[in-house]
């Protein structure tokens, strides 16, 4: 069979504008706890799109590590290409792809750090070796080969044998505040249900909640 032929049906659910919480965070919730209970090993991977500051783009997966009402938070080494990027762009859009609930999840928003006490907080949450991984590799940046890494392994084990290792100073998080959301329930025939939340704009009305729309297929 050639790749032009793979094709799936989807007909598992549906999803109507009258059916949504008017909070699309709640809805997040409410998703990602539904998937949560299909037991995919990464449950939390989301793939993170950034484009430099003269719109060439860039895209991977990373870990969602936070999400409230301020925003999605994940964590990383700021002079990776991602950490560059954000810091000469700050706008993003995640891609949440649930495919066992023929699901999916996009969100756009601004970037910002977080603050180095949320940062701390987090990375002593993190396991030992993963805390030595950080001191131990200058992300995205060409290398000679593995030995480059053990070796900067070996000689932060070394630093940091009598204590704990600390946060370094190129290490945290960032966190995306949406602006929008659409919420995409895989139906039959390819008429796809998707739902968009749009963020008031700042010369509409104050307090205003979000506007829900259909987007066409």
């Known amino acids: 069979m050639s790749i032009a032929d793979l094709r799936r ?11 949504v919480s008017h909070d699309p965070l709640v ?16 449950p939390n991977a989301m793939i993170l799109a950034t484009a430099t500051a003269d719109g060439v783009p860039s895209v991977r997966t990373v870990l969602l590590k936070i999400f409230d009402a301020e925003g999605f938070v994940f964590f990383t080494d700021y002079r990776s290409r991602k950490g560059q ?3 000469a762009n ?17 969100i756009t928003g601004s970037v910002s750090r977080t ?7 987090y990375f002593r949450r993190r396991p030992v070796g993963s805390r030595l991984g950080a001191w131990s590799s200058h992300q995205s940046q060409l290398i000679a080969g593995r030995g480059v890494l053990e070796k900067a392994l070996a000689e932060a084990e070394a630093t940091f044998a009598d204590g704990e290792p600390p946060l370094p100073p190129y290490w945290g998080g960032f966190r995306v505040a949406p602006d929008t959301y659409e919420f995409w329930q895989g139906r039959p025939n390819r ?3 998707r739902i ?3 963020k008031p704009g ?3 009305q104050p307090g205003r909640e979000w506007r829900i729309a259909r987007l066409s297929p």
């Open 115 to 121: 603050s180095a006490e949320e940062s701390e907080q």
């Open 196 to 198: 968009v939340y749009l």
């Open 27 to 42: 809805e997040f919730a409410r998703w990602f706890a539904e998937y949560r209970e299909v037991s995919p090993p990464e």
């Open 85 to 87: 990027e954000l810091e």
């Open 9 to 19: 049906e989807y007909a598992r659910a549906r999803l109507d504008e009258r059916d």
């Open 90 to 106: 700050p706008r993003a859009a995640l891609l949440f792809y649930w495919g066992e609930l023929e699901r999916q999840v996009r």
């Open 191 to 193: 008429l796809h249900d």
């Open 202 to 204: 700042a010369d509409e």
